[in-house]
């Protein structure tokens, strides 16, 4: 199975989301929407990676890796597990999931990292996805938002 992160957007987003102006590096065809089961945390891994479980120990690696037990059973005839770091941000950033989508047989799982502002702290924001599918090829699609205060 191929895995990779696809493309990234660049989007500027003002305080109490007012307007955003987006710039896309990659236009998708839409593809079928798959059930998914997301988990996001704030303190993961300090480096940045993508990555793909197919089989249950691989899933439970994934999980090893922000320091907790597995939040799901993995079938393998069934799932297809993802991982996303982002290493060390601002304490202002998140990731969020935002769908996931099947386009024969290409898995994509569309995540948002907004960017927040700077307090002086650091995390490393996370996301697992657990799909309720199988592909030959998984990929991400991260759109960035700027948040910009007045």
Do not use: C
Request: no cysteine; aromatic share 6%; proline share 5%.
């Amino acid at each position: 199975m191929k895995h990779r992160v696809l493309g990234i957007g660049v989007g500027a987003v003002a305080f109490l989301t007012i307007g955003m102006m987006g710039l896309a590096l990659k236009v998708a065809q839409a593809g079928e929407d798959v059930g998914y089961s997301k988990f996001t945390g704030s303190s993961g891994p300090a480096e940045e990676g993508f990555f793909v479980a197919d089989d249950p120990e691989s899933w439970h690696r994934l999980w090893s890796r922000v320091g907790k037990s597995a939040k799901a059973t993995f079938n393998p005839a069934k799932h297809t597990g993802v991982a996303v770091f982002l290493g060390p941000r601002p304490d202002g950033d998140r990731l969020r999931v935002r769908k996931v989508q099947d386009d024969d047989g290409r898995l994509e799982v569309k995540l948002t990292h907004k960017h927040g502002t700077e307090s002086g702290e650091t995390i490393t924001p996370w996301a697992i996805v657990l799909i309720k599918g199988k592909g030959t090829e998984v990929v991400a699609d991260i759109r960035h938002e700027i948040t910009e205060r007045p």
